[in-house]
T-cell receptor, first 114, second 115 residues
């Protein structure tokens, strides 16, 4: 049972354009969401997060939007750069628990073409 | 500050064997989590340790086990290896459980191939 889903295995965009990566979840108990970025042969690195009390969080070129009613979140990268080419994982957790357990999606491979 | 260190980086085993993977967390980090990454499943939570105690466990068979030592280093063991255990095993550390999840730092992983 995949509680966090990333339905697009891959995405290709031109440099300078917007990249939009999508994520859906099924568990309404999730109240904290994160995006991680992973390059080959490296571990995932934290990118940006959002709690369920917000619907938007920005950090530089990265913005995450949360639609709780639709159980959907998206990551916008503007403008996209070739160095953004990586696998992006969406993850969810319940903030109230004393645990670092994260439920990850299957990832989206982003390719930014120069 | 050194990052999360996982050894070995690559491992090749045959079915039926057992394997032990090692993880050294960032200095000062006392919580260690393990994840399995496979192409079709993404990252799946294996278990989490804090102060030498397992605090949480994922939905994996009993062949997967782990432990944490007093210096916060952790090992995970997989017994009676199966072909489906071929995966990248990632370790992550943080200062404590539930403490600012964005401060979860991952190692580069151990790539296990079971032949």
């Amino acid at each position: 049972d995949q509680q966090v889903k990333q339905n697009s295995p891959s995405l290709s965009v031109q440099e300078g354009r917007i990249s939009i990566l999508n994520c859906d979840y099924t568990n309404s108990m999730f109240d904290y969401f994160l995006w991680y970025k992973k390059y080959p042969a490296e571990g995932p690195t934290f990118l940006i997060s959002i709690s369920s009390i917000k619907d938007k969080n920005e950090d530089g070129r990265f913005t995450v939007f949360l639609n709780k009613s639709a159980k959907h979140l998206s990551l916008h990268i503007v403008p996209s750069q070739p160095g953004d080419s990586a696998v992006y994982f969406c993850a969810a957790s319940t903030y109230g628990g004393a645990t670092n357990k994260l439920i990850f999606g299957t990832g989206t491979l982003l390719a930014v073409q120069p | 500050k050194a990052g999360v260190t996982q050894t070995p980086r690559y491992l090749i085993k045959t079915r039926g064997q057992q394997v032990t993977l090692s993880c050294s967390p960032i200095s000062g980090h006392r919580s260690v989590s393990w994840y399995q990454q496979t192409p079709g499943q993404g990252l799946q939570f294996l278990f989490e340790y804090f102060s030498e105690t397992q605090r949480n466990k994922g939905n994996f068979p009993g062949r997967f086990s782990g432990r944490q030592f007093s210096n916060s280093r952790s090992e995970m063991n997989v017994s009676t290896l199966e072909l489906g255990d071929s995966a990248l095993y990632l370790c992550a550390s943080s200062r404590g459980p539930g403490e600012m999840r964005e401060k979860l730092f991952f190692g580069s992983g151990t790539q296990l191939s079971v032949l």
